[in-house]
């Protein structure tokens, strides 16, 4: 029997663009090998002059007789293209402006675990900024590898660097992301998420020192064993962010962990500042972000430009939280959360917005939290009653205009008694002449006795 050694995958450099095999040789599929989860290049017979026939015969031999006829493998499912060049920057990015909060903080030495798909390392603007992660799925393993994208893109949302002339750049671009797999990526979104997972995955993200856990997955039931993990991390003063979810228009179910008290919980909005129709609500939403044609970073390289969900809107979040806390270290976990709230910009319904929508710049410069003691208030003392000239003079005026309308009032009372008389007397004077031939004695006579017998004559 002849052949050639067993098909062995290629090392990762050799491996193009997407998952995809190089063009040189012909192409075999494999299972899961390589960063991108995705298919890669078999072995490659060997030419002639390079191998000599007889050694390869003697090889092949030996390899048959140890493991047997190679059998094909198993084909892996096509992973999500790469991402190709951006000229401008998203509407996101002009909402958010992170330039305008760079200066004062980049979320240095903050780190933040993305609970998704895993993260592909590789990506050119998130080298360096991605640990390898754990693989929640299975237990064990790394997790820098993303064959959906998922968790790519809200990684740089998160972390990534202008690199190549890109206008993109996540939020906080000198934190650094632990990527956690806790969906499988051959059949994301095919099953639901399960809670036992997630709770792992929190568990080890908290273990691992992350300041902040970004759920970028919804679980559609609550679970004892995802809320304990929520408590638990929220006992050490992680920020746990969760998405609400992509279900809004498929009967807007509560998801778990954001539906948790102790989670920030994120809606999605679109470049109109309206809810994305997806985008579940409820009355245990805190925060909205971009959420709908967002500009990011995509698994292979490149950029997508048009990426939707409340994943998204978890990352942006999450990225300003690592800002803050960045900007004001040693801040407690119910003060962190209270900036990104009361710092929000607020939308028109409580329930479908949140405290509205999230606004970095103001949650890392707002002074909401005491430096030191404050000084007790001085003794109350009554202002002086000393009222502005302004006030005075509309004062004056007023009671000037009073008095002439008082007035103004008595004459025409005045007029309206006194006028219908005078027309009576014709229009002469009040007091009336005495009448001619008076016969009034000029002096009294003398006084006449009542009782006195009257005297004869008189």
């Not at 060997?46 to 048959?64: C, D, E, I, M, N």
């Not at 985008?279 to 430009?305: C, H, I, K, N, W």
Request: aromatic content about 4%; hydrophobic content about 40%.
């Amino acid at each position: 029997m002849t052949g050639y050694p067993p098909v062995r995958p290629q090392p990762d450099d050799q491996v193009g663009a997407g998952g995809r095999p190089d063009r040189a040789g012909p192409a075999a599929a494999s299972p899961t090998t390589g960063p991108d989860r995705g298919r890669t290049t078999a072995g490659r017979p060997a030419r002639a002059g390079r191998r000599p026939v007889a050694g390869a015969l003697v090889v092949g031999l030996a390899a048959a007789a140890l493991v047997g006829p190679v059998r094909p493998a198993t084909a892996a499912p096509d992973c999500a293209p790469a991402g190709g060049q951006v000229g401008t920057p998203s509407w996101a990015q002009q909402v958010l402006a992170p330039e305008q909060v760079w200066p004062f903080s980049q979320g240095a030495g903050v780190t933040v675990a993305v609970l998704g798909s895993g993260v592909d390392a590789d990506h050119p603007q998130l080298r360096g900024r991605v640990g390898s992660g754990f693989d929640a799925v299975r237990g064990s393993g790394p997790a820098d590898t993303d064959c959906t994208g998922q968790g790519t893109r809200v990684a740089g949302l998160i972390v990534a660097r202008q690199a190549g002339g890109s206008p993109f750049a996540g939020l906080a671009p000198s934190a650094r992301v632990l990527p956690v797999r806790v969906v499988d990526d051959r059949a994301f979104g095919a099953a639901p998420v399960d809670p036992a997972v997630l709770a792992r995955g929190v568990d080890w993200a908290v273990d691992r020192g992350a300041r902040v856990v970004a759920v970028t997955v919804a679980a559609d039931r609550d679970a004892a064993t995802l809320r304990n993990s929520v408590r638990r991390a929220v006992d050490r003063g992680v920020l746990v962010v969760a998405a609400s979810g992509d279900r809004g228009g498929d009967g807007n179910p509560v998801s778990y962990p954001a539906g948790y008290p102790e989670v920030l919980a994120v809606g999605a909005i679109g470049p109109d500042g309206r809810r994305w129709p997806k985008s579940q609500y409820g009355p245990y939403l805190d925060l909205v972000a971009p959420g709908v044609a967002v500009t990011t970073t995509q698994r292979g390289e490149g950029l997508v430009e048009a990426a939707d969900g409340t994943a998204l809107a978890c990352g942006f979040v999450a990225g300003a939280g690592a800002l803050t806390l960045a900007k004001r270290s040693g801040t407690p976990r119910s003060e962190l959360v209270r900036l990104l709230t009361v710092t929000a910009v607020p939308g028109a319904d409580r329930t479908e917005y949140g405290h509205g929508t999230v606004n970095p710049y103001g949650a890392v410069n707002d002074q909401l939290l005491p430096q030191a003691r404050p000084a007790p208030l001085p003794r109350f003392r009554p202002a002086d009653d000393r009222p502005d000239p302004a006030v005075r003079e509309s004062r004056r005026i007023a009671l000037a205009g009073t008095a002439l309308a008082l007035a103004t009032v008595l004459v025409v009372c005045a007029v309206a008694l006194t006028l219908p008389r005078v027309r009576r007397r014709r229009w002469r004077a009040a007091v009336a002449t005495a009448p001619a031939g008076s016969t009034s004695p000029a002096e009294p006579g003398p006084p006449v006795q009542l009782f006195d017998e009257p005297t004869p004559g008189r």
